[in-house]
């Protein structure tokens, strides 16, 4: 057996196997072998089988078989041995392996083609210096909690002509062409100041119609009304109607103790500065997350940009196209690559910075991530006393269900969070405490 590498790039290489009939054929007479003392066939005795009678009915697909398994171990122990970092799987070459005749070859030649990566380096020091935005809860943000609050946990009511704090439900249409949406939603407070007349005292069955690129500020709302993504809400242009089936109302909620008990459970809080400085501690432990996983972001996107890795593109298309099962198309991967290739690399510097810097995940921390999971699901340390020992039971089910990629997620989670929390420690982040409007401002402003 002969296995050379030929490197067109240092990025990309084929990798040939040379086989000769000694390399395969002991493990081919041992398969027949096998084949004779297990085959039932008609006229022959079990385990009476001849070999020749095998030969005859299964020998090329046990030889075909053999090779293959042969192929694949040598491939994966020569990847291995010689310490070559390659990206997704070994390409088998179809055209060649089309031309082999496996009734009277005996020697074999295949080729693999093969994506690699280049040796990279990368700094995480005080030296790295990655923005991080705090946000700070002002009491303009605090007074629209309490608002949408009161509305969500209000009286609804069904009045007959809408008024300007009104919900429309109905029929969109778009005027040319074929768009229709049967169940369709508008708040009319979110409707554009200068539009939110024609929406005021209309009855059920009553049309509306109206410009849908000057309806709504936000291109959010564009695409709640007409179910589509929020960039193609922003070429969205055209007139619409709009037929009313239902106008509800919301009356608001009065601050009492009902309104305190259904916002965060019986008796939490029982009192109006209580329950204020409770919304106020959710907000900020929400806005407190936001800003984390933007950091993350920042993180992210600072060593994507300043880590110089050299990726075999034309490899990872056909690797992508080839183990898609027919998903991947020329038309996803236009539109996908430059997104695929950023989350490659990203993978690539988190794998090496955890190799560097021995950064492991212990199967125990993945089962005690399970049970934390299980505990805040199902409520808390009551749950627990009321379990007992069952609990590493359960947690250990868990993580074994779906063939076990149930431990692979929590493992991969703790993992990433090691070594996010390894970078932000040893690298400079400087933080700029801002407004909740000027955090929404900053991350629609960040582009890749």
């Known amino acids: 057996m002969e296995i050379t590498l030929n490197k067109k790039t240092n990025t990309e290489g084929v990798i040939k196997i040379k086989l000769t009939e000694g390399d395969y054929q002991p493990h081919v ?6 084949y004779s003392r297990k085959a039932n066939i008609k006229g022959f ?52 392996a089309r031309q082999i005749d496996w009734d009277a070859q005996k020697d074999f030649e295949f080729e693999y083609e093969i994506g690699m990566v280049e040796d990279f380096s990368y700094e995480v020091s005080s030296k790295v210096k990655v923005n991080s935005y705090p946000i700070e809860v002002d009491q303009k943000t605090i007074d629209e909690t309490l608002t949408d609050l009161k509305k969500r946990f209000g009286k609804v009511s069904y009045p007959e002509t809408s ?27 979110k409707v554009e100041k200068k539009e939110q ?5 209309l009855k059920k069955d009553e049309e509306v119609e109206f410009e849908i690129s000057k309806l709504f500020t936000e291109d959010a709302d564009v695409a709640q009304l007409l179910g589509v993504s929020e960039e193609e809400a922003k070429a969205a242009k055209g007139k619409y109607t709009f037929k009313i089936n239902t106008i509800s109302r919301v009356e608001p909620a009065a601050v009492n103790s009902e309104l305190f008990d259904r916002v965060f459970g019986k008796d939490v809080v029982t009192t109006e500065e209580d329950f204020i400085n409770k919304v106020k501690e959710t907000i900020s432990e929400n806005y407190k997350r936001e800003a984390e996983h933007f950091l993350d972001h920042n993180i992210e996107d600072y060593f994507i940009q300043n880590t110089s890795i050299n990726l075999p593109d034309d490899f990872l298309k056909s690797w992508l196209k080839s183990s898609s099962n027919g998903e991947v198309t020329e038309e996803v991967i236009s539109k996908e690559f430059e997104h ?14 955890a190799e560097d810097n021995k950064i492991t ?36 089910n868990y993580l074994q269900n ?11 989670q703790l993992r990433g969070e090691k070594i996010l929390k390894f970078i932000k420690d040893n690298i400079t982040v400087d933080e700029k405490k801002v407004s909740v409007d000027e955090f929404k401002k900053i991350v629609a402003e960040h582009k890749h």
């Open 45 to 96: 005795r079990q385990g009476k089988v001849p070999s020749g009678v095998i030969k005859k009915m299964f020998g090329k697909s046990i030889l075909v078989d053999e090779i293959n398994h042969l192929l694949s171990h040598k491939l994966s122990d020569y990847i291995k041995d010689n310490n070559i970092k390659i990206l997704g799987d070994p390409l088998p070459n179809q055209e060649k």
């Open 29 to 34: 007479e041992e398969k027949v072998k096998d």
């Open 197 to 201: 007349k024609k929406f005021i005292g």
């Open 163 to 189: 008024e300007a704090d009104d919900n429309l439900f109905g029929e969109l249409s778009a005027k040319e062409g074929d768009f229709k949406k049967e169940h369709a939603f508008i708040a009319i407070e």
């Open 361 to 396: 995940v212990e199967a125990e921390e993945v089962r005690n991530k399970a049970k934390e999971l299980i505990v805040a699901q199902f409520g808390g340390q009551a749950f627990v006393e009321q379990l007992g020992d069952r609990l590493d039971g359960i947690a250990d």
């Open 402 to 412: 779906e063939n076990g990629q149930n431990f692979m997620r929590l493992y991969n």
């Open 340 to 353: 695929y290739k950023r989350g490659l690399k990203w993978d690539l510097v988190k794998n090496r910075v």
